[in-house]
């Protein structure tokens, strides 16, 4: 396990039954839930819970990768991410990641199309918003140099 040097200030889950901070020691860090096992990264941004208070989610890096952390479990390597957001109903993680070939948005760790970029607030913001019946919506550059509203729905 890793020893806890230091911890923040913990998270609650929306129904007050889940508790997640992060832990870490001279070299890595943790998001820690319900004083479980902890993965260890390089870094982890901002955990939060789903809406349902079922799950946890936040971006962590290791190396040069990036990963979408859900329930504990990680998802494909990519090269950047931008903070992960659940659906209103809790069904679906959402985030813009970069992979080999472009930028593009992935919903459960499944990957759409790819975009020379996805355009929007990057700093501590998701430039993805997803609304109450499922629809994403994101600003995307194409290869053309033109700027696009993306709308897509969310399959089930």
């Known amino acids: 396990g890793l020893e806890h040097l230091k911890v923040n200030a913990p998270i609650f889950s929306l129904n007050g039954n889940h508790v997640a901070y992060l832990a ?5 860090i943790c998001a820690v839930l319900d004083d479980g096992p902890c993965n260890k990264y390089d870094s ?3 955990p939060v819970f789903s809406s349902d208070s079922k799950h946890l989610a936040y971006e962590a890096k290791r190396g040069k990768s990036y990963f979408l952390v859900l329930d504990g479990t990680e998802s494909h390597p990519y090269g950047w991410m931008l903070l992960p ?15 080999g070939t472009g930028t593009s948005v992935i919903v459960n760790d499944r990957k759409g199309a790819d975009y020379e970029s ?6 501590n913001h998701s430039v993805v918003s997803v609304d109450v019946e499922g629809h994403l919506r994101y600003w995307v550059t194409k290869n053309d140099g033109g700027l696009y509203a993306v709308e897509e729905t969310l399959e089930e």
């Open 24 to 28: 870490w020691d001279e070299k890595k």
């Open 44 to 46: 982890v941004f901002e």
């Open 85 to 99: 957001i659940f659906s209103k109903d809790s069904s679906a993680i959402v985030s813009a990641v970069q992979s």
């Open 118 to 123: 996805i355009e929007g607030n990057h700093k």
